[in-house]
């Protein structure tokens, strides 16, 4: 089983330029550009915590734009992406609406794949929510829906986005969800695997919203340890696997729960870093991922699986080719057909983010 012949949706990239567009990380990839401190020392210098969610900080310091993910992802049939939202940083209350209209006007779809979609930043929480949609809807007809930063993790030493749990409680955060249901828009769910209850009440509370899982919940030290503690032993890894397929079979009982097959060579989930240049073989990555791919199948099924490269995050471990190969494989495993591999690699995300089918013709 291949993907010859079939027209890949990526449903997981980011691009960005730290240098010339505000992001979190412009500070060190600005200053980066005229200190003459090499990658392999940076990250040497870098917090602990930051280290093992990056892995290597090379892409964070340099700008990933459409000529470079069509280097990566030769091999693999890409015909159009998902551009996902990542770090913008404006103090304005609409301001992250600006990399809506920033990732519109890059060059994709001339010799590169073709932009199909875009996610944006938002926070149902705050007061400006709707007029932040409102500034997204009117930067871009490709605006599809919002990942908020709430990925937030209980031991130290593993990297959060969010200061506390509960951040898909909080009733200002579900209050504003309704503004996505009233506009038949998506939400990202990009979370720890601690936090798949939170995911399955808010599917359970707003049934008419698609939510996309991003990176099967991201089981943090699933593949080795990270943190202090998380992962530290392979007693510690089964009983986070343990965690992670009860509760993620739980989610599955939502039908408005998509699961996205992304990230899952992240360095936080606890994969050693190979020497640049040498990406993490298939077989590796199976050994270490497998069971989660074929649990995400069981639960889903082919028709609500997404794939994802989730590139250049995961470039430290694997390539877009390897990525793909892996799910291919799983899939293999399974019995499954020729239909349920389209699925997964394309028409689901063709449905999910209503992607133009002029773009497949």
């Known amino acids: ?73 030769a091999g693999v049939p890409v015909e159009a992406l998902v551009h996902m939202e990542v770090e913008w940083a404006s103090r304005r209350p609409t301001g992250a609406a600006d ?103 808010l599917a359970r509370r707003y049934p008419e919203v698609t939510i996309v899982l991003n990176h099967l919940g991201m089981p943090a030290g699933i593949a080795g340890p990270v943190g202090r503690h998380t992962g ?33 060579a992240m360095p936080v989930l606890g994969h050693p870093v190979p020497p640049r240049g040498n990406p993490t073989p298939v077989a590796v990555l199976l050994d270490r991922m497998a069971p989660l791919l074929h649990h995400a199948f069981d639960v889903f099924g082919a028709q609500r699986l997404i794939w994802g490269s989730n590139f250049p995050v995961d470039k430290p471990i694997t390539s877009i080719e390897h990525s793909a190969q892996a799910v291919v494989e799983v899939l293999a495993d399974r019995d499954g057909s020729p239909t349920e591999l389209e699925q997964i690699f394309r028409t689901n995300a063709q449905r999910v983010y209503a992607l133009d089918a002029a773009l497949f013709a």
């Open 1 to 73: 089983m291949d993907l010859a012949g079939i027209s890949v949706v990526d449903a997981h990239v980011h691009q960005w330029d730290p240098i010339g567009t505000p992001r979190v990380f412009s500070r060190e990839a600005r200053l980066l550009r005229y200190l003459p401190i090499s990658a392999d020392l940076l990250t040497r210098l870098m917090p602990r915590r930051d280290r093992f969610f990056v892995g290597l900080p090379d892409a964070y310091l340099r700008p990933y734009l459409p000529a470079d993910y069509r280097d990566d992802a």
């Open 99 to 201: 990399e809506t209209r920033w990732v519109a006007s890059l060059p994709l779809g001339v010799d590169t794949p073709a932009l199909g979609a875009i996610i944006g930043r938002g926070d149902p929480a705050e007061e400006n929510f709707a007029d932040l949609i409102d500034a997204h809807q009117a930067a871009s007809p490709l605006f599809r829906g919002i990942r908020t930063a709430v990925a937030h993790h209980p031991d130290p030493g593993v990297r959060s986005f969010f200061p506390a749990e509960g951040a898909l409680a909080r009733k200002a955060f579900l209050d504003g969800f309704a503004v996505l249901a009233e506009r038949g828009l998506s939400f990202e769910a990009w979370v720890y695997s601690q936090q798949l209850p939170e995911v399955t009440a």
């Open 232 to 264: 530290a032993n392979p007693g510690r890894r089964r009983e986070l696997f343990v965690q992670w397929r009860d509760d993620i079979a739980t989610l599955a009982t939502h039908p408005n729960v998509v699961a996205k097959a992304s990230g899952l």
